[in-house]
């Protein structure tokens, strides 16, 4: 169990029904500050639903999720927001957001959780580096008065936008895209075009970093590089990473924490030794029942 110090993100009896079919099932977990939390399963265990629940495209059916900001006081405020029925209660300290409670956009304004998905969304006929400063609309947007300051020329504006095209260039050399950022990101190849859409998330400076599928489609060099990424973020940004992921090799080398859903129930929660060990989540990836793993382990030899 973690340190209430240390847990960034609380999710509590999370429950996601699409009529008669429920596709999570009273879900709890937790993820701690600057820990990569891998969220795996079988293909239809609801692992996509959980993030779209977290990141706002679904307002669950029942539960509750807390992202907290700033210091870990934050959590004593937990039950009287819950009862209050406010989304939100921000204190110098810190801050605390109830997302089952955010549309999309404050999830991602407010609450700081960027996200990237399976399918790759960067806009291809902007150049690499526009991506990163259309990831920085809304500050911009906020410095510019919503255009008349930028119009009329405010030196405030103008420091946002040498701010925005700084953070962008740093994070292109991070990702290794500088010699591209005058290229039409769809020009750029798919390994590219990963490393591009977790720069581009990174732009928006989140607290939460959602990764679905990140390492979908990549060979094992890109793969590599991805987990070096991964990795930086979390040693030197201190960024909290909860991701998606069907390459275990990717899940088991990088991750600090597992949560394994199996038609939208948790099945194990652990360290990912344990988990690579465990017979439920061996059963559920084999897809049979938990008293003939033993005997398809040795048929296949595992």
Same mark, same amino acid.
């Given at each position: 169990m973690a340190a209430a110090d240390d847990i960034i993100l609380r999710v509590e009896h999370l429950t996601m029904r699409f009529g008669w079919l429920v596709a999570v099932d009273d879900l709890?977990?937790? $993820?701690?500050q600057g820990d990569i939390t891998a969220l795996i399963g079988p293909n239809g265990a609801g692992k996509t639903t959980v993030f779209n629940c977290i990141t706002g495209f679904y307002r669950p059916s029942?539960?509750?999720i807390a992202l907290r900001h700033g210091d870990a006081i934050a959590w004593e405020w937990l039950e009287?927001?819950?009862n209050g029925g406010e989304r939100s209660v921000k204190r110098p300290a810190g801050a605390l957001y109830l997302l089952e409670r955010m549309p999309e956009y404050l999830v991602t304004q407010q609450a700081r959780v960027a996200r990237t998905f399976q399918n790759i969304r960067l806009f291809p006929g902007m150049t690499v580096l526009e991506n990163l400063l259309v990831a920085q609309h809304n500050r911009l947007m906020l410095a510019s008065g919503y255009t008349l300051f930028g119009v009329l020329g405010f030196p405030s504006y103008a420091a946002a936008e040498?701010? $925005?095209i700084e953070r962008a260039k740093a994070w292109?050399?991070?990702v290794d895209l500088t010699a591209r950022a005058d290229d039409a990101a769809g020009d750029l190849p798919y390994g590219a075009q990963r490393r591009l859409e977790i720069a581009r998330a990174m732009c928006t400076e989140p607290v939460l970093l959602c990764l679905d599928e990140p390492a979908a489609g990549l060979n094992p060099r890109e793969?590599?590089?991805l987990n070096e990424l991964l990795l930086a973020i979390r040693d030197q940004q201190r960024i909290s990473i909860l991701l998606i992921e069907h390459d275990m090799s990717v899940v088991m080398e990088i991750s600090d924490h597992v949560v394994v859903l199996d038609y939208g129930v948790k099945i194990a929660d652990g360290a990912p030794a344990a988990i690579r060990d465990n017979p439920k989540v061996i059963a559920a990836y084999l897809g049979v029942p938990d008293k003939d793993v033993a005997n398809v382990e040795a048929e296949v030899g595992l």
């Open positions: 709890s977990f937790t $993820a701690r029942e539960g509750r009287p927001l819950t040498r701010a $925005a292109l050399d991070r793969s590599a590089e």
